[in-house]
């Protein structure tokens, strides 16, 4: 199994956890005598609801999903309605059709925007857009939709365990998205255009300084900066660097650099 699958696992297992409350309240419901479950849900509607839990229980989660979207569409001013929207965004993200399971957690959202589990939803969204992150040779659209739903999911929820593994998203998504830059920033460098590597590494050090490539970018200005040349510029790339990561490789070799190609050189 690759780290990848690893974690998406245990991303599983959370999401399983909080959309067992779900089911079994569901359950609950089915199995009441009072008069309210009789004139929400008649014995046809449970079944379909036991039916498409069954499905998701043996793994087949695309016939759960089409199932909980049957329960709702043939009764939806039933509490079951509102259950099946969650269990089906969450059959759907099992199935790996994130479209659908976002467009079942955001329909959800949009007819219980106060309910208990609108987090549960947010998350589900986020993790929707987070599972389609690509690697930073490529378009980095999805990644900017992760970061935008894991900010909103913090904002609405910041005190929900969702809102704490979304932090940690957060770092994860902002480090990506550095990467991408310094992609970007290292393939104008090998083409001798100096001006736009530049523009890509400071974007990194301004916007993604606390991610792991700050440190490289800052080397990378100091390259880019000495071949424009713009030696004071790349001095005090070179002093940030040395101030704030001195025992780094980095910094080492801007320190090389800089007295190789531009000795005696300060920082105005």
Request: charged fraction near 25%; proline fraction near 3%.
């Amino acid at each position: 199994m690759t780290l990848h699958a690893m974690r998406r696992s245990m991303r599983l297992a959370v999401l399983a956890a909080a959309t067992v409350a779900i089911g079994v309240t569901a359950g609950c419901a089915g199995g009441g005598k009072g008069k309210k479950d009789v004139a929400y849900v008649a014995r046809d509607v449970d079944t379909l609801y036991t039916a498409a839990k069954e499905r998701l229980d043996r793994g087949d989660s695309k016939q759960a999903a089409a199932l909980f979207d049957e329960v709702e569409r043939q009764h939806p001013y039933s509490p079951w309605a509102r259950r099946a929207q969650l269990m089906s965004a969450f059959s759907y993200y099992v199935a790996r059709d994130y479209s659908k399971s976002v467009q079942s957690a955001q329909r959800f959202l949009s007819i219980h925007p106060g309910n208990k589990d609108a987090p549960y939803a947010y998350y589900l969204i986020a993790l929707c857009y987070y599972e389609q992150i690509s690697d930073v040779t490529r378009d980095q659209k999805i990644t900017q939709q992760a970061l935008t739903a894991m900010n909103e999911l913090v904002r609405r929820y910041p005190n929900t365990d969702y809102a704490a593994d979304a932090r940690l998203k957060i770092d994860l998504i902002n480090d990506h998205l550095a990467g991408k830059e310094m992609e970007i920033g290292r393939m104008y460098q090998r083409s001798g255009k100096w001006l736009a590597s530049s523009l890509r590494f400071r974007t990194v050090v301004d916007k993604y300084q606390t991610t792991s490539h700050a440190p490289e970018a800052l080397y990378r200005l100091v390259e880019s900066y000495l071949s424009l040349g713009l030696p004071v510029e790349a001095q005090k790339a070179a002093a940030v660097l040395g101030s704030n990561y001195p025992g780094s490789k980095w910094y080492e070799r801007s320190f090389e650099l800089m007295n190789k190609y531009a000795p005696g050189t300060q920082a105005s």
